[in-house]
């Protein structure tokens, strides 16, 4: 069982890696502490671990398991028994990774499915009691911002032409899809992120943090994600793919089309000064079947640019060869073949409502906003600290 670490910092070592006179890890000279932050959603549980010096990330282990913790919540009003058990397995292995690593500062976050059930605070409890980890179930607004933050780098105005002067983030959930909107400056509010740095930074493993985030102008949780909606709307055995489809696009339009309040921004979608980012995992499977991946690179994937047209020549794909098709899919598999297409469904309802033509792929979202907002947090702290004193180290003893 994990176990939080005290205020005793030899137990919070990590292993590997050069370092400094007092053991910790060292990145350049400054010492690296170990960071770790745990998304358990409504279909997936998901786990980064990262160490934090000179103002970077640089992500030392990922993992990411689909539970379906909501699975049936939508007509029982309940977490069952059965997707509390996988989501615990997969908890507990995440519990291990944090130990084996030797996190200092740790955010671990629940969402949709244990807001809204019955028994979710019930399942909290448990997870402490079962895996020492403590999880915290938070709002819609907070989800919101935080995958706002975790996209930060691909929120450049200059990155596209015309400039974008807005755009809409959308994170698309298992029981849940935040939007946000965000209103772009003329200088971006995170370094400039071109595909190519994107996927640099991806195939390093890092993550860089701005010194000012975005927030959203405006943000509505709507609660439809890919499993509430393939759950209400089964595929068809056979034929009227097209149909059922558009029943699901239609079905999540109407949810969002009240939503009136970010109309100011209307005008730079309507002159083609705006994007919307997509962060789901639905929408990262469309973007490697567009790329032909053989088998998902997230380093090709995050950051990519795909027009509406590229999004909407992969659905049809996706209808046309059926669930057994989409199974045999190398980026969807047996996991995802039920869901990608109510992901799509979401997406295409989006792009139809806020029409623009271009999307941007974030394989990222609200783990890295975890670990953003951890280190903001330091950085405040330490700014209203002052500066620390120079201390001369103390020289090695030399083995005699």
């Excluded at 000012?212 to 759950?231: C, D, F, K, Q, T």
């Excluded at 068809?236 to 921004?265: I, Q």
């Excluded at 297409?341 to 409502?353: V, Y």
């Amino acid at each position: 069982m994990y176990r939080a670490p005290s205020n005793d910092r030899r137990r919070s070592k990590p292993s590997g890696g050069p370092r400094n006179a007092s053991g910790g890890l060292t990145v350049r000279g400054e010492a690296a502490v170990v960071y770790a932050a745990l998304d358990l959603g409504t279909n997936n549980c998901r786990l980064m671990i990262a160490t934090f010096a000179n103002s970077q990330f640089r992500i030392v282990e990922a993992f990411s398991r689909i539970v379906r913790l909501g699975e049936g919540l939508a007509h029982s009003g309940q977490l069952h028994e059965r997707a509390m058990d996988r989501a615990l397995k997969a908890l507990k292995i995440c519990a291990e990774k944090i130990e084996k690593r030797g996190a200092v500062r740790i955010r671990a976050v629940a969402t949709q499915a244990c807001r809204i059930a019955r028994n979710g605070r019930e399942f909290i409890a448990r997870v402490e009691r079962e895996t020492g980890l403590k999880l915290t179930i938070i709002s819609p607004e907070e989800e919101a911002h935080l995958s706002v933050m975790g996209c930060a780098s691909l929120l450049d105005p200059r990155e596209v032409s015309p400039v974008a002067r807005a755009a809409l983030v959308m994170d698309v959930g298992g029981g849940s899809t935040e939007l946000s909107w965000v209103e772009l400056a003329d200088e971006a509010p995170a370094p400039a992120t071109s595909l190519s740095d994107a996927q640099s930074l991806a195939q390093n493993n890092a993550l860089k943090v701005a010194r000012r985030m975005p927030r959203p102008r405006y943000w509505i949780s709507i609660p439809v994600g890919v499993v509430n909606l393939a759950e209400r709307f089964p595929e068809p055995v056979s034929g009227h793919t097209a149909a059922w489809f558009e029943a699901m696009v239609e079905d999540v339009s109407r949810t969002v089309r009240h939503f009136t309040d970010p109309e100011t921004l209307r005008p730079h979608f309507d002159r083609g000064e705006a994007y919307i980012v997509g962060t789901s995992g639905a929408i990262t499977s469309l973007a490697g079947m567009h790329l032909g991946l053989e088998r998902y690179d997230r380093s090709r994937v995050d950051g990519l640019w795909m027009s509406h047209a590229h999004v909407q020549s992969v659905i049809t794909r996706l209808l046309d060869i059926g669930h057994a098709g989409r199974e045999q899919e190398p980026c969807i598999g047996k996991d995802r073949a039920d869901l990608v297409l109510a992901g799509a469904a979401i997406l295409e309802a989006i792009q139809r409502l806020w029409p623009c033509q271009r999307l941007r792929v974030a394989d990222r979202g609200l783990r890295e906003g975890l670990l953003l907002s951890m280190a903001k947090k330091k950085a405040r702290r330490r700014r209203r600290r002052g500066p620390r004193p120079a201390v001369k180290a103390a020289p090695l003893p030399v083995a005699e």
